[in-house]
């Protein structure tokens, strides 16, 4: 059982460059989350997607544009890279309902821009 | 305004010794509570969680957590460190509603000396 998977693992723009980040679950999670983390910050929320069809921004969203293509799959855009964006990114995937059910995260994409 | 907050962002223990890691929340309600592991490279792992059926919550790899109201904490313990336990350590919270709620603490490194 993969969980969540995210493409590439590591990658490096120049400013200016565009870039998608690929992120599928394969526990039919209805809600998806992107993050990022920096050091000394945690994670911070950048955009979300409660269900499917829907996407809604988080703490960060600003550079960034999110499509929930499916119940699976979340992708994250960075359509003009600039250097504040080098980051780790983190999808993340739970259940709705049931309480408050924890998130299950992919292993990160590390991203540099120069 | 509701935050979280981990006391100290290193912390190093030796093999074999009691390890507290702490984490404190401003809200005048009752959260839901989360500890989450990161290892060097990895995504986050859920280590245990507080949803309020009991105050002292037990987890994997021998970690616990109480949930202390008047304090407004809920501190990780393990009686006896190993050195697998080297890793980042997350506290979250969820103030309300769904899981895009969550806000994370900034982190704390455990090293664990041989």
């Known amino acids: 059982n993969a969980g969540v998977t995210q493409t590439p693992k590591f990658q490096v723009l120049k400013t200016g460059q565009s870039m998608t980040l690929q992120c599928a679950q394969d526990?039919?999670?209805?809600?998806m989350y992107w993050y990022r983390q920096d050091p000394g910050m945690g994670l911070r929320l950048i955009y979300y997607?409660?269900?499917?069809?829907?996407?809604d921004k988080g703490e960060v969203p600003n550079g960034y544009n999110v499509s929930r293509l499916n119940k699976r799959e979340f992708s994250l855009r960075l359509e003009s890279a600039a250097p504040s964006q080098t980051s780790v990114y983190f999808c993340?995937?739970?259940?709705?309902?049931?309480?408050?059910?924890?998130?299950?995260f992919g292993q990160g994409t590390r991203l540099t821009v120069v | 305004a509701q935050s979280v907050t981990q006391l100290g962002s290193h912390v190093s223990v030796s093999e074999g010794a009691l390890v507290l890691l702490r984490c404190n929340y401003s809200?005048?309600?009752?959260?839901?509570l989360f500890w989450y592991v990161q290892y060097p490279n990895q995504g986050l792992q859920l280590l245990l969680k507080?949803?309020?059926?009991?105050?002292l919550v037990k987890g994997i790899n021998g970690f616990e957590a109480e949930f202390k109201k008047s304090e407004t904490s809920f501190h990780l313990t393990k009686p006896s460190a190993h050195m697998s336990d080297a890793a980042e350590y997350f506290c979250?919270?969820?103030?309300?509603?769904?899981?895009?709620?969550?806000?994370f603490g900034t982190g704390t490194k455990l090293q664990v000396i041989p």
């Open positions: 993340a995937s739970s259940e709705i309902g049931q309480g408050h059910p924890e998130a299950f």
């Open positions: 526990m039919n999670h209805n809600s």
């Open positions: 997607s409660a269900s499917e069809g829907t996407t």
């Open positions: 809200s005048s309600v009752p959260p839901y």
């Open positions: 507080y949803t309020s059926a009991a105050t």
């Open positions: 979250a919270v969820n103030f309300s509603g769904g899981y895009q709620k969550v806000t």
